[in-house]
């Protein structure tokens, strides 16, 4: 069961990965490397607040900023060397073992 677990959550990132990119504004922070559970994106011109909401109203939660940023500007972020404008934009999209592609398809 454990294999079949990180496998599907592999498979949900990077199906948003590849449906993000082809996406005009939307842009991948996170690293190749990072969490197969996060996925940080910046979606140009609209504020993370902004977009949070609008989802919410679709059933769709997602989280501003940062873990660790508590509403103001993340340090990673700016580590990332994001301009404020960017920074203000960030989505953190969370997956649990319970996450389904279907799901990942709803958010696209």
Do not use: W
Request: charged share 25%; net charge neutral; with cysteine.
């Amino acid at each position: 069961m454990g294999d079949y677990l990180t496998k599907n959550k592999e498979r949900i990132k990077n199906y948003l990965i590849d449906e993000l990119n082809k996406i005009g504004g939307v842009l991948i922070n996170s690293p190749q490397n990072s969490s197969d559970y996060i996925l940080n994106i910046s979606v140009n011109g609209i504020k993370s607040e902004t977009l949070l909401h609008f989802l919410e109203n679709y059933e769709i939660y997602v989280s501003s900023g940062s873990a660790c940023s508590k509403g103001k500007l993340s340090h990673v972020t700016q580590a990332l060397g994001m301009d404020r404008k960017r920074a203000d934009s960030v989505l953190r999209l969370s997956f649990s073992k319970n996450s389904t592609i279907d799901e990942a398809k709803e958010l696209i």
